[in-house]
């Protein structure tokens, strides 16, 4: 998905992870953002981002719904056993305005950010965690799965 092309569709999820992308590559300066690619061998971000040649790296998960929210918290990379192999030093999770009253239910180690119509508020910052070697090699394995994918082909 493009950083620059916004989706129609305001209150859709595609919305959020294109503006979470361009959150990314504007605010949080990030030289490299992926959104929704599939790669690598573990979670698949809605968007993430490298900064500082890749030494560090921001993960957005984009949740339009509570159910959604509840169903992401199940997830083996959500649990306290998993998360330094999670994806992200730091971690967000990007909700429409007015979707939580209440941002307890939300791991105190991710950061929060509320999207009102175009514009992108931090709640509250993430904590930044240190990777482990699976987490960085997961990572290196979603940017190598991204560059396999635009590689220009064999020109004979």
């Not at 083996?76 to 056993?81: A, E």
Request: hydrophobic letters at 40%.
């Amino acid at each position: 998905m493009s950083v620059e092309k916004l989706p129609v569709d305001v209150g859709s999820h595609a919305f959020l992870v294109a503006r979470a992308a361009q959150w990314l590559k504007n605010t949080r300066k990030c030289a490299v953002v992926l959104s929704e690619h599939v790669g690598g061998y573990s979670e698949t971000p809605d968007a993430i981002g490298w900064k500082c040649g890749g030494r560090h790296s921001i993960l957005v998960e984009c949740k339009n719904s509570r159910a959604d929210f509840f169903r992401d918290k199940k997830k083996i990379w959500r649990s306290t056993l998993m998360e330094h192999d999670a994806l992200g030093m730091q971690r967000y999770y990007m909700f429409p305005k007015g979707l939580f009253l209440d941002y307890s239910m939300v791991n105190p180690k991710w950061g929060i950010l509320e999207l009102s119509g175009n514009r992108v508020k931090v709640i509250r910052d993430a904590f930044k965690h240190v990777r482990s070697d699976f987490s960085l090699k997961s990572e290196i394995s979603l940017l190598w799965s991204k560059l396999r994918k635009l590689q220009v082909p064999n020109v004979r």
